[in-house]
């Protein structure tokens, strides 16, 4: 259940992973080949995820990369969760409250996950971002 819940939450990266290994299989590459080209795209397409949103001075851009990354998963939650809830639910409005949910929980989790190494900075011009817990030294204070 864990790596369905994982695997929900990085559907982009994982959608990637597949579409770029399928495309490299096509292409010629061979099996082991395949492997190894879509594993590096999906890798790559989650770490400028997280380097993008980590990086990025601008709310809006950080808004739309998280949301691209939490939409995705949110689907993904959604049908996992209906899937499942098949199993033991009988009433089909209480499957679609339980998979709205877990679309909820999962496009959540995607978000945090994401934006959870984001820190937060002051805008202030010119981009320098002054520590003020390390006082300046001055002349008056080295030699004194």
Not at 17 to 37: R, Y
Not at 62 to 67: G, L
Not at 82 to 95: D, N, Q, Y
Request: charged residues 10%; hydrophobic residues 55%.
């Amino acid at each position: 259940m864990l790596a369905i819940f994982a695997l929900a939450v990085y559907a982009l990266p994982f959608f990637v992973t597949l579409s770029v290994g399928v495309t490299a299989l096509q292409s010629g590459a061979g099996v082991a080949g395949a492997l190894l080209i879509g594993t590096a795209g999906g890798a790559l397409t989650l770490v400028l995820g997280h380097v993008a949103v980590a990086v990025s001075r601008s709310l809006a851009l950080r808004i739309v990369i998280a949301t691209a990354f939490a939409v995705p998963a949110a689907v993904a939650g959604y049908q996992v969760v209906f899937a499942l809830s098949r199993i033991g639910v009988p009433s089909p409005a209480r499957r679609e409250v339980f998979a709205c949910l877990g679309a909820v929980c999962v496009g959540v989790t995607a978000w945090m996950r994401l934006t959870v190494f984001a820190e937060t900075r002051p805008l202030e011009p010119g981009g320098v971002v002054q520590n003020p817990s390390r006082p300046i030294l001055t002349r008056a204070t080295r030699e004194g």
